[in-house]
């Protein structure tokens, strides 16, 4: 597992400290320039950073996309500048075989401004290069725990012998905080449980916070901790030693039955003459003095600004370039043998390669009769997903430890287990760390899996940085939130959620669905199979839900567009009823009470407000016709944002409060979730509004 | 520090056993009865929390509030029914020195029924003698560092020579899955960096979760990891073994340097013949036939169903009963003579029991002159924060490593920082480590302390769980969230707030509050302190905004409902502005431009719906009168929920998206929050709606 071509006693050439004073100036400058930004880390990490990229990476600069270049995560964020001047001075790609450069020595110039290639925190899919979108501190460690294991399921899944299409490795930079984290903890200690030696982090253990010295508030062993998840540690007890870094490095690809961390001891602003080793170099503009320091301790000339030596851009061509082009064209000799020798295997590489969905993914998924006692969403959700999955190879997920509950496992024959020694199984155990679960399922996502995670709707509280950052990535992952409302029941309010739901629709992009029965269910996957650039989650009821009958009320094909009609009357209603997941069939029996005595009422099944914000207005007012404002709305979480479509004369019965222990009859009386509760609101409704 | 009046050495009597198995069949017949929970805890903890509550435990059972009690959290808290059985056994009083149960026998026979007092997991200030609420894993573990480090602090500001009225010890029960979350993780650093040897974790080793062994998920050496956060670990090899859980009691009692984990290896679902030690003893009732036998295992009659024994009860007045009532009469005189010591030190002391305010406590926040140039939010919370805590001295916090920008830190004189050998400093340094502040702060509240956290607005994600927890615990505390908008600037879309404020709007009860300018700070201000059971968030800028002309304008007291007209003309509005923090500056700037064209405008100062919505009809209709229909919302953050105050044909300016990293101007210009256009949105309603 070498990807070495310079071994640890190569020494330092003037050269090479050229180029690692190139990263620590273009950073000082860029910062200086924009007037704010964080240059301390990369000042201190210039060596680190320039020995792991321009001796070991196995990347292809003119390459970017290629699925096995090896993964550099700067967990640590902030120290943005540190990966633009690597992928400036590396002369990374904007594309796949492209003449424009990712980061021009211009956009470097503007940094942090609108709309520059270089905004102040690292953006996927924002700018080429960049492998995660980092800056709130812990996710891009666990992402990189996700990549890891990606790597390693990919390999299993799709090498042949003495054909690795997939064996890179993964490293994260990653701060102190990072390490406070608690993130980062989890992730840390399902990276041990699974044995990651493709996986190294390199903590840049500087000993500076916001708030000052770590010592006051960080006090814990971070070597014998990583011990205890059963990770290989390394020490380099100076950032400067580009030797001792190369061994660290070296040590980590000869490792092979562990993950490894490189504790770097460095100093922060290293060069500037009175903030370097303080507070005061974590972030904002180092200030005139303190540039022309800096740059005097690197024998600098301390007027040039942006400057790059004759010599340093040829250095990482000869570098990082020249290995990555030869690994990328050994890598394309393995891909066309590999699929030479196998027809089978050469169609789901490609299927993988090209990040489409193989024909006929959607053949099983089943069309579910009516059924009056029908069967919890959670339950029809765990068909569904077992009728894709097995047509869909490399989706793959599990859940925070409650599978069982959550009807996620993956029950088709091969499905297999991600476990310690056997990398390709596609049930992940992620434990009882959801927070992990999700930046783990970003990371699976960011190398081009088809990923899942599970949990109570209720505990999506413990993982909102993550769902946001693949909803900000546009990353087309997807989460499983089962118990979605009172109907827990016995659990009591802990273990019910109220305004979850309502808070995940609040994440712009995230695609929030609540489906009202199986049928429904089944449409919901395969819209959030169509995804390309959304993630998206499902609320998912405990309780049975009674499987609509669709010769009856209107196909659930509705679900696509957020909101539809269900069940209708002739002409111009005189009340619509509106409700989501479990509420939609206190609608439904209104509905058909009220039709009986001759009251023109209408339902909405309305499993998704930001699909149905998508669609046009035509259709909007097609389903909510603006001048119908007798509008009943039902749906057992937060009332917040439901006036948008009960009208400001409407009512909305919903949660107002905590839920309550107590079986789920008892709750739904507490509550108000009953037929008769939506009937009475819709009589008034239609009594108030009569035309 | 030793509160044992039985060593370790003593033997397990026949009583002892009856009253441990009297325990378990109590967990078993409720779990029955309610068809519903987890019994498998308590069955294999019984043993343990016997021994820590009947021979260790300082708490008098008629005084569940005495405030020197040692504290017991069951951080796994599904395991109630083990609590509600001691609660009942001990004879714990519903209030301090009343004759009423907390737990009756009936109340056990009603577990997880409504309005029960045994409710599925345990619910403060819902049950006496429930010390904090737990379910979410991870919380209660995190909680009891904050009252460990609420006890020394305590200790350390009241406390006299020999006059001991502050030195409990708290322990927690916690599962696996409490030691896989990261929040634990996290709060355990902390407390090992605090030296906090009045804490006790004792940790259910029993190797199984809901998806089955530990092994599938936690590899991790749990000892280790605690070895390296600063922690005494010790061992228990058998759950059963009392004479080993005494000794590890003893240890910790006896240690005074750091805190103790004690890992007790146990079977779940003891005594159960074929369920016991497998996933499917974790939760649901054990079935007719596995009750019977375990009950047959532990000698116990096996169709005798809520049975105690004679002797039980006695047996805990004569443990815990008896040692808890000498304690508190001890502790009582400590108080009467510290009181005559010192009269100033009295009044602390009173006011610290009594649980008010100080008299005076708000006579120097300070009136803020109008300035155009103003200052940000975060400014003049700063400067109120630190007008009220000297008045205040039972409040303490800080922030997740960024107090320099959150301007949280108390800078008078005597604040001091609370540090490993420093417990009494009102400085928190919580690292960055969100989850764990939030959870450490519900720890500090649930004590009677005022306390606070801070970070970035967005970081709020990272700590929903404890502040939905402090919301439905009722705990007065707060929140300081500041850089609450892209405000943020250059740091990009991963620092800019969008759904955050909204997500906080929707925790039930919780007071969330974005004041426009340091006038209206000041009365947020002295709103939360008002509060005796909500916690509160404040949302605050990180740029400058202007301080109102309250001459011209409004007086800021309006905060307090909620929504206040800041500015009006004669007679009813053509159109209604209403905005909160930021953005109420611009809907100022329109109004006067308005005015001077002679359109009756009126502007809305709303920086909490949630107390707006708590004022009765009237003055809601007041504030935006039903038949003006012309309405300019305008908010930095998500705009769903607005439609409320706009209503459905008014005009909502917010956010749809994430932002972007650039200076604030530009990103002002780009996301559309300029003065021009709030007018031109406010003329267009005017036209749309005129009457």
């Excluded at 009202?516 to 819209?527: Q, T």
Aim: proline share 6%.
């Amino acid at each position: 597992m070498s990807g070495a071509d310079a071994g640890p006693k190569a020494a330092l050439s003037e050269v090479e400290k050229l180029s690692i004073d190139t990263i620590r100036t273009l950073a000082i400058d860029a910062v200086q320039k924009a007037n704010s930004g964080h240059a301390g880390a990369p000042m201190a990490l210039a060596p680190v950073a320039y020995t792991l990229w321009n001796r070991y990476l196995r990347y292809d600069p003119a390459r970017p996309h290629w699925p096995n270049r090896d993964r550099f995560v700067l967990s640590a964020g902030h120290a943005s500048m540190l990966l633009y001047a690597l992928l400036h001075l590396a002369g990374v790609a904007r594309e796949d075989g492209g003449n424009e450069p990712a980061v021009s020595l211009d956009d470097i110039k503007q940094f942090r401004q609108l709309d520059s290639r270089t905004p102040g925190h690292p953006e996927y899919h924002f700018t080429t290069g960049v492998e995660t979108t980092t800056g709130p501190l812990g996710q891009g460690v666990a992402n990189s725990v996700g990549m890891a294991m990606g790597g390693r399921f990919l390999g299993e899944r799709l090498n042949k012998p003495e054909l690795p299409l997939f064996d890179y490795n993964v490293y994260a930079i990653c701060s102190d905080g990072d390490l406070m984290e608690g993130v980062s903890g989890e992730a840390a200690s399902i990276a041990g449980h699974l044995r990651l030696s493709n996986l190294c982090w390199i903590y840049d253990n500087n000993t500076i916070t916001i708030e000052g010295h770590t010592e006051l508030a960080f006090g814990e062993e971070v070597a014998t901790r990583f011990l205890a998840y059963g990770w290989q540690v390394l020490r380099v007890a100076d950032a400067n030693d580009v030797h001792a870094i190369a061994s660290a490095l070296e040590t980590f690809l000869q490792s092979s039955d562990r993950p490894t961390i490189i504790i770097v001891n460095s100093i922060i602003g290293y060069g500037a003459p009175k903030k370097q080793n303080t507070a005061k170099a974590h972030s904002d503009a180092l200030g005139e003095d303190e540039v022309k320091g800096a740059k005097r301790a690197y024998g600098w000339p301390e007027d040039a600004q942006f400057l790059v030596p004759d010599g340093v851009v040829q250095n990482f061509r000869d570098g990082i370039g020249a290995r990555g082009a030869a690994l990328f064209s050994q890598w394309e000799g393995f891909l066309k043998a590999a699929k030479e020798a196998d027809a089978e295997h050469a169609e789901d590489v490609t299927a993988f390669l090209e990040g489409r969905l193989p024909e006929g993914w959607d053949r099983d998924i089943p069309v579910f009769p009516a059924d009056a006692k029908g069967l919890a969403t959670r339950e029809s959700s765990g068909k569904v997903l077992n009728a894709i999955a097995p047509h869909v190879p490399f989706m793959l997920g599990g859940s925070a430890d409650l599978a069982p509950s959550n009807k996620t496992k993956l029950e088709f024959e091969g499905a297999g287990t991600l476990a310690p020694f056997e990398p390709g199984g596609r049930n992940i155990h992620f434990g009882v760390r959801e927070h992990a679960m999700g930046s783990i399922v970003n990371g699976l996502g960011l190398v081009g899996l088809r990923a899942y995670g599970a949990t109570f709707l209720v505990f999506a509280d413990y993982m909102r940085p993550p769902i946001r950052l693949a909803s900000l990535m546009e990353l087309p992952i997807f989460h499983v939130f089962t118990h979605d409302s009172i109907g827990v029941g016995e659990d009591g309010p802990t273990h019910q959620p109220v305004e979850q739901l309502l808070s995940l629709r609040a994440i712009p992009g995230l695609v929030t669905l609540r489906p009202a029965d199986a049928n429904e269910v089944a449409e919901a996957y395969r819209l959030i199979f169509s995804l390309k650039n959304q993630p998206a989650v499902l609320a998912l009821s405990r309780q049975p839900l009674p499987t609509l009958d669709r010769a009856q009320y209107a196909s659930a094909a509705g679900v696509a567009k957020g909101a539809y009609v269900l069940a209708d009357s002739e002409g111009s209603p005189d009340v619509i009823l509106i409700g989501s997941g479990s509420e939609v069939q206190l609608c439904v029996s209104a509905y058909e009470t009220l039709k009986a005595e001759g009251v023109k009422a209408r339902v909405v099944s309305m499993p998704s407000w930001d699909l149905f914000e998508r669609q046009d207005q035509a259709y909007r007012e097609s389903v909510l016709p603006p001048d119908v404002l007798a509008r009943v709305a039902v749906e057992q979480g937060s009332v917040i944002g439901w006036d948008r479509y009960a009208g400001s004369s409407g009512a909305i019965i919903g949660m107002h409060t905590f839920g309550s222990s107590a079986p789920l009859k008892d709750l739904l009386k507490k509550f108000g979730f009953t037929p008769d509760k939506v009937l009475e609101a819709a009589r008034d409704q239609a009594r108030r509004h009569r035309r």
